[in-house]
């Protein structure tokens, strides 16, 4: 532990100095002001957390006060739960904005049938830091004068690498049931382990998630799935069945598919395809930036429409015909329940619907009008298509592997030559639909589409036909239309 309070005297030191100035404006006005939670456990983890937030003796009404004074811009949000916000601008080195959260101490109380805390102000940092979520999560330093206060041993905890409530956990999860969800998410984040009283008071009580909002349930699976280690955080989801009530696909995907029972589960080859496509993320001026939530949920999710669609058949084998298309319904139905964003939603359903299109493509010899197809109808998600794709070749037979590898990899290199060729990303007609019109002399309406459509398709058979070609190719369809 010593190397970690180390750690975070280098950390707390160089907090801005705008920062101990406003704990001596506290102090100054009789009040206490201690910052809390997660950046007191970064900084003995060795990271500048970018989230300030404070916990104080006074009032909201005090608070705003005092911040008014400090800040170059303060606002009342969150005045309802005790928390009043501000910031400076560009004091941070690099030009960033200070930035801070202040609340009132509180102890929150809970009705067992709803969804969100009645706010009770406190009258102690110990009382307030015994509502926290986790010990490693219930230490605070007072500022100014970096005063370290740990009453629940978090220190101990963060050292051991595990993650316990500071009160009975069946008291503290009955009280806030996302704090069950929290604990995923954490180990997700950290690489913490949930320690045995608490996971088992989860087991016990994971039912009670269902009365918290999908919204606030979103958010924690988010922040899960964009975590260095996601694997870790969706283990504690389906082992302590929460999972069978926030994301029930994924615990149904726990099938074993042959005969002998020796075979990994799809349960176990979706965290496997997961920790695969995490690994081709790119940096910030890749295709694909990590963390990327739209290839993780499609990673993760690609196959739940397995189980509704397995068949035995004779000899002992197993078939998921059509599970792509199935699980793209199933993708949509349950990520519009979670109440992620349409764009979210409709992505992640159409990379699940085509993360089998590739297959075949080394044995069958496409056409260049199959490539163009499957740029097309990839459209803006194509780079995470590549990667869901390979990400999908998990076999253990090393040249099956490696014969999809290069399957594929000839594929992107022809759907590089077709690009250069033909600006794949934007392909269209050779006439539009004012050419069309003008060829034909028709008006504005249904004909004038049905035409695009046919010089659509002949370009994605031929390549670009040429002004004059597709004249001529208009022309005969339209004659053989009326005749």
Not at 9 to 34: C, D, K, R, S
Not at 256 to 267: A, L, M, P, Q
């Amino acid at each position: 532990m010593r190397a970690l309070q180390k750690r975070a005297v280098g950390v707390l030191t160089g907090l801005a100095p705008e920062v101990i100035e406003l704990g001596g404006l506290f102090q100054a006005a009789g009040h206490e002001l201690a910052l809390v939670g997660g950046p007191v456990r970064d900084a003995f983890l060795g990271r500048v957390s970018s989230d300030l937030d404070f916990a104080t003796s006074a009032t909201p009404d005090e608070t705003q006060a005092i911040l008014a004074r400090w800040g170059d811009a303060h606002w009342d949000i969150g005045k309802e739960f005790g928390t009043i916000g501000a910031s400076r601008f560009g004091r941070r080195r690099g030009g960033e904005d200070v930035v801070v959260e202040v609340t009132t101490y509180r102890t929150d109380a809970y009705d067992p049938s709803s969804r969100k805390p009645e706010v009770v102000f406190g009258d102690s940092l110990e009382g307030d830091l015994s509502r926290r979520d986790f010990a490693v999560n219930a230490m605070a330093v007072r500022v100014p004068d970096l005063t370290f206060v740990d009453p629940f041993d978090g220190l101990a905890d963060l050292a051991r690498g595990v993650l316990r409530t500071p009160v009975d956990p069946r008291q503290s999860f009955d009280d806030d049931p996302l704090r069950m969800m929290r604990a995923a998410r954490f180990a997700a984040q950290l690489g913490f382990a949930v320690d045995e009283a608490a996971r088992a008071a989860i087991v016990e009580q994971a039912e009670r998630i269902t009365i918290v909002s999908a919204e606030r349930v979103r958010d924690e699976l988010t922040k899960l799935i964009l975590a260095r280690g996601p694997r870790a955080g969706l283990q504690v989801l389906v082992e302590t069945g929460l999972a069978d009530h926030v994301l029930p696909e994924l615990p149904a995907l726990r099938l074993e598919i042959d005969e002998h029972h020796r075979h990994k589960d799809v349960y176990e080859h979706s965290l496997t395809v997961l920790d695969k496509a995490i690994a081709l993320e790119t940096g910030p001026d890749g295709p694909v930036p990590a963390p990327d939530l739209v290839l993780r949920l499609a990673a993760l999710l690609h196959d739940i429409g397995k189980p509704r669609t397995r068949r035995f058949e004779a000899g002992g084998g197993v078939s998921f015909h059509h599970h792509e298309m199935v699980g793209a319904k199933l993708v949509a139905k349950r990520l519009k329940e979670l109440r992620f964003d349409k764009a979210t939603v409709q992505a992640v359903a159409r990379l699940t619907e085509l993360h089998l299109r590739f297959h075949g493509y080394g044995e069958a010899g496409w056409t260049d009008s199959a490539v163009r197809r499957y740029v097309t109808d990839a459209g803006p998600l194509l780079e995470r298509l590549h990667r869901l794709t390979r990400s999908d070749c998990t076999t253990r037979n090393v040249r099956k592997a490696q014969r999809l590898s290069a399957a594929y990899d000839d594929l992107e290199e022809r759907i590089a030559r077709l690009r250069a060729q033909e600006e794949l990303d934007s392909i269209r007609p050779d006439l539009d639909g004012t050419q069309i019109m003008a060829v034909l002399d028709i008006p504005p309406g249904r004909e004038v589409g049905e035409a695009y459509k046919h010089l659509l398709a002949l370009r994605m058979e031929h390549g670009p036909l040429g002004d004059e070609r597709a004249e001529a190719e208009l022309r005969s369809w339209w004659a053989a239309r009326e005749a």
